[in-house]
């Protein structure tokens, strides 16, 4: 069994109410798109100079491709709609989940993030180089990737940032519950994130791979955030994250769906899961596959057959409503975040590809990752977001946006 499929049994955390169980794991917008690498890795364009760094796993090669600048929106300007899809582990096993939704993304203009565990670029031969946080030496709770999933995710995460994806971080042995990350201090998670790094950046002296091109960027400083093993520590985590100069953190369970502000002293942009509308339901549900799992077969992956496509149907529309909720109202950015896993017959994968199509239908649309609205929330008049922070979940402004927003913009 692949370390993937493992974490399905691992991810769950307690939580009140009916929310379920807690994962593991324009004028003013942005818009992404051009074509994709081909699989292995290479553009068509012409390729920038290479600097090595330590034993060639990485290398510099300038600005990220793909890129979109952005933009102070004009006073009174209506913000685009921002949706975000994540995915915890990111790693490319059988089921190739990881190259599947590449081109889904490549297929909307989407850019999407890509929090890689560590570990998953660490042969299990080598698992003594783990030294988990209170936890024996090379242990894990999602296991290993095999030698072959290794090297095909590490083709994927190259492949990923050349399209212009982000790749952040899910830590490494994805530890839960009671002797689990929640009670880490600031130090261990230290270790961990500097343990994460250095499994990206030397995956050449551990695989002994010599037929794969280096991962085109400075790991150490392409990452500026993450998301934590089943939404746990981050408390912990915070002050290490902002001395390491992160820009952001998306480990907070339940958050609504508003306009998202900074944590830790206004140095950390906080991006939670959110709480969206869950279809059929009088309640609501956080905005994961795990958590639609969990409350439509009892946390089992393997649930009842003849339900797939009812759930999977129940899946795509409740997406769809928290998409609609922010798209019809406050225009708040729209957090999703997935599993490359094939859990109750692989119906959330297509719920969120069917998902993306939808949404992808309607004006002013971005779909962004993490890094990409970070860069956009910071280049907007803080005087505006502040006025957006005003807005409830579901709530429009009075009036129309140039009346609600052109007063803020002209501060």
């Known amino acids: 069994m692949s370390g993937i499929s493992r974490r399905r049994l691992l991810t769950a955390g307690a939580t009140a109410g009916a929310l379920g169980a807690l994962s593991a794991c324009s004028a003013g917008g942005l818009s992404v798109g051009g074509e994709s690498p081909e699989e292995g890795g290479h553009t068509t364009q012409a390729a920038p100079p290479v600097k090595l760094i330590g034993d060639g796993s990485t290398a510099d090669t300038g600005a990220q491709p793909k890129q979109p600048k952005a933009v102070r929106m004009k006073p009174g300007t209506r913000p685009p709609q921002f ?27 989407a850019a999407m993030t890509f929090f890689l565990s560590g570990i998953y670029t660490l042969p299990e031969s080598k698992k003594t180089l783990y030294h988990p946080p209170r936890h024996a030496v090379g242990a894990s709770a999602i296991g290993y990737l095999a030698d072959r999933h290794i090297h095909a995710t590490i083709q994927q995460v190259r492949s990923a940032w050349l399209e212009g994806h982000e790749i952040g971080t899910h830590f490494n042995g994805h530890f839960c519950g009671a002797d689990g990350v929640r009670n880490w201090t600031g130090a261990e998670w230290k270790s961990e994130i500097d343990q994460a790094v250095r499994f990206v950046t030397e995956w050449k002296t551990n695989t002994g791979f010599t037929d794969l091109d280096p991962l085109p960027f400075d790991y150490r400083k392409e990452l500026i955030g993450g998301r934590t093993p089943c939404l746990e ?20 369970p ?43 077969s009892a946390g089992n992956p393997l649930g009842d057959r003849s339900q797939y496509d009812t759930w999977r149907t129940q899946a795509r529309d409740t997406y769809l409503a928290g998409f609609r909720r922010a798209y019809e109202s406050n225009r708040a950015p729209f957090f999703i975040g997935n599993h490359f896993e094939r859990w109750n017959g692989g119906i959330y994968m297509d719920a969120v590809e069917e998902a993306i199509g939808r949404m992808a239908e309607h004006d002013e649309v971005r779909f962004v990752s993490f890094k990409q609205l970070v860069a956009w929330l910071e280049a907007q008049d803080p005087a505006v977001l502040r006025k957006l922070r005003t807005l409830s979940p579901g709530q429009a402004p009075q009036g129309d946006w140039a009346q609600f927003l052109g007063a803020a913009g002209t501060t």
């Open 254 to 296: 339940g958050g609504l769906q508003v306009w998202p502000g900074k944590v830790q002293g206004g140095r950390i942009w906080d991006f939670p899961l959110q709480s969206i509308p869950f279809s059929g339901h009088s309640f609501q549900v956080l905005s994961m596959d795990y958590n639609m799992m969990y409350n439509q």
């Open 233 to 252: 520590g981050q408390t912990a985590l915070l002050p290490t994250a902002a001395a390491l100069g992160w820009k952001y953190d998306a480990s907070s």
């Open 83 to 109: 949706v975000v899809f994540s995915w915890d582990g990111a790693g490319e096993i059988s089921n190739q989940l990881f190259s599947r939704f590449r081109k889904v993304a490549a297929d909307h203009g």
